[in-house]
């Protein structure tokens, strides 16, 4: 069964500091793996997408990393700011048309 | 505004009343999502339009659940004789398919949510 599988379900960090989300997925045949940022009451909106042979790719303060020998992938957010209190979805794409498979997200709080 | 544009935003309705949803995707995109997101979940494929062809459905798109996209442009989302499982966010999505192209970047719009009482 095609899964994507987050961890952890939330966290909560203080401002300024590093953190690193967790994304391991059973798709195939996999196509590409995408990061979501999503707020409260809004549509996901992307931050990297890499294909199977991309490694690493950043956006930013964003930078997301892909093992797809261990179909695993992390999003690293450094320097964390209060806008980045969001929940973050990791997202594998497989199929000709992309169809899209969803994890759960991490939900992510930045205190002050 | 150039992105991807849902209405209503929040819709309040009785069980068993019937709905419909409207998407306006960006201009000249080809490929139309629909999308299904309850609280606490990521969301779940309902169905897609390539231009005006509805080329897939998923099992959680039961028959009270119709979508159309008439002329390759905006899509229509109806769901009839509602029912309380039904109150989710319903997200829209559009991308730009090209021939050989290895993957499509999908734009989502900011979503309708769905209350049913």
């Known amino acids: 069964k095609n899964q994507v599988e987050q961890s952890p379900q939330s966290l909560i960090i203080l401002e300024g500091k590093n953190c690193t989300l967790q994304?391991?997925?059973?798709?195939?045949?996999?196509?590409?793996l995408r990061w979501y940022k999503q707020d409260t009451g809004r549509g996901p909106v992307s931050l990297t997408i890499m294909t199977f042979s991309e490694n690493t790719k950043s956006n930013g303060r964003y930078t997301a990393t892909l093992d797809a020998d261990t179909k695993q992938s992390s999003l690293h957010i450094t320097a964390s700011q209060l806008s980045d209190s969001a929940s973050y979805i990791c997202v594998v794409s497989f199929g000709g048309y992309n169809k899209l498979i969803f994890g759960a997200g991490t939900r992510l709080a930045v205190h002050p | 505004d150039t992105g991807v544009s849902q209405d209503p935003r929040h819709k309040i309705t009785k069980r068993g009343q019937n709905v419909t949803f409207r998407c306006d995707p960006i201009s000249e995109h080809n490929r139309l999502y629909w999308y299904r997101q309850t609280l606490g979940q990521g969301p779940e494929f309902l169905t897609y339009f390539q231009n005006e062809a509805q080329l897939e459905k998923s099992r959680l798109l039961s028959d009270r659940f119709s979508a159309e996209r008439p002329k390759g442009s905006f899509s229509t989302l109806e769901i009839q004789r509602t029912e309380q499982g039904d109150s989710a966010m319903y997200l829209c999505?559009?991308?730009?398919?090209?021939?050989?192209?290895?993957?499509?970047?999908?734009?989502f719009g900011p979503g309708t949510r769905l209350t049913v009482l």
């Open positions: 999505a559009s991308s730009l398919a090209l021939a050989g192209g290895s993957y499509n970047e999908q734009f």
């Open positions: 994304c391991n997925y059973t798709v195939s045949p996999f196509s590409n």
